[in-house]
């Protein structure tokens, strides 16, 4: 019988990602401060069904909401690292990054009594410094790129890739890839935004957004045979609306009646360590 392991994981960005955008007048910023209204009633729900999670937390969320996220600690779940401020590592220097890498591991530091495990890159876009910084910091897991579905990976350091030339892979370190996508996040089907760049309608049917998630989770019990891990990604100030917390009740119970093992990032990283430790064959 296949091991079905799930992370259900909430980027706690608050106001960060539209400071980071560029956008602080008082509206957009207030939907950001609208993840903070949400993440009690997401708490309890979590509560409810005997869900741990994993917050990815920003450093900016960190020191502007402390006493919620205490809550979420003191609730039992992990919190890992989500960079300083929202900007992409791809967009920093590399004394940028790691100067922002060190200070929100510090606030984490502060708020659990320890480092932070693993890490999720603001926006998904990794810098060509993230995964020597992570390393050199003691990070154990990224959970960043989309290489895979249903497995876990070492990540590799030193890839050339150019237009012209077939891409030359470097080897694989000992941090391990939780890997993530796009259609298991709620920001890009539910978020509107508007820029005078980029138009995302978002606004999407919640009910048809779940049954895609549920039916992924549905497809990794056919495709593997021994164990595999999906992660889903949430925004509390996303997912936190009325009708979309419905959609995650549907979701929690879909996935529960399926036999998911509902686990940290932290844990899935850990099982992965021990079924394929560094330096064994895939």
């Avoid at 497809?219 to 999906?230: I, K």
Wanted: with cysteine; net charge negative.
């Amino acid at each position: 019988m296949s091991d079905l392991l799930v992370c259900i994981t909430f980027d706690f960005d608050a106001m960060s990602g539209f400071i980071a955008r560029g956008m602080t007048s008082p509206s957009p910023i207030s939907r950001g401060e609208f993840g903070p209204v949400a993440a009690p009633r997401i708490l309890e729900l979590l509560r409810q069904r005997g869900v741990r999670s994993t917050w990815c937390i920003p450093g900016h969320t960190l020191e502007t909401y402390p006493e919620h996220c205490r809550a979420v600690f003191e609730a039992g779940h992990e919190i890992a690292h989500h960079g300083w401020t929202h900007v992409p590592p791809a967009s920093l220097t590399r004394e940028q990054e790691e100067a922002g890498l060190v200070r929100a591991n510090e606030a984490i530091r502060r708020l659990t009594g320890r480092y932070a495990r693993g890490y999720r890159s603001p926006s998904w876009d990794l810098s060509p410094h993230s995964v020597e910084l992570l390393l050199a910091h003691g990070f154990q897991y990224d959970s960043s790129m989309m290489g895979d579905d249903y497995s876990p990976y070492r990540v590799r350091q030193g890839d050339v890739i150019e237009l012209e030339q077939p891409a030359v892979f470097g080897p694989p370190t000992r941090l391990i890839e939780l890997p993530i996508a796009w259609s298991l996040d709620d920001y890009p089907v539910f978020e509107f935004i508007r820029t005078p760049q980029t138009l995302l309608p978002g606004n999407s049917n919640a009910n048809l957004v779940v049954e895609n998630w549920i039916a992924d989770f549905t497809y990794m019990q056919r495709a593997v045979r021994d164990w595999g891990v999906l992660t889903y990604t949430f925004h509390p100030f996303v997912i936190g609306r009325g009708h979309r917390m419905l959609a995650l009740e549907r979701l929690l119970t879909a996935l529960a009646a399926g036999g998911a093992r509902f686990v940290t990032m932290e844990e899935a990283a850990a099982e992965y360590d021990r079924r394929a430790p560094f330096g064994s064959a895939r």
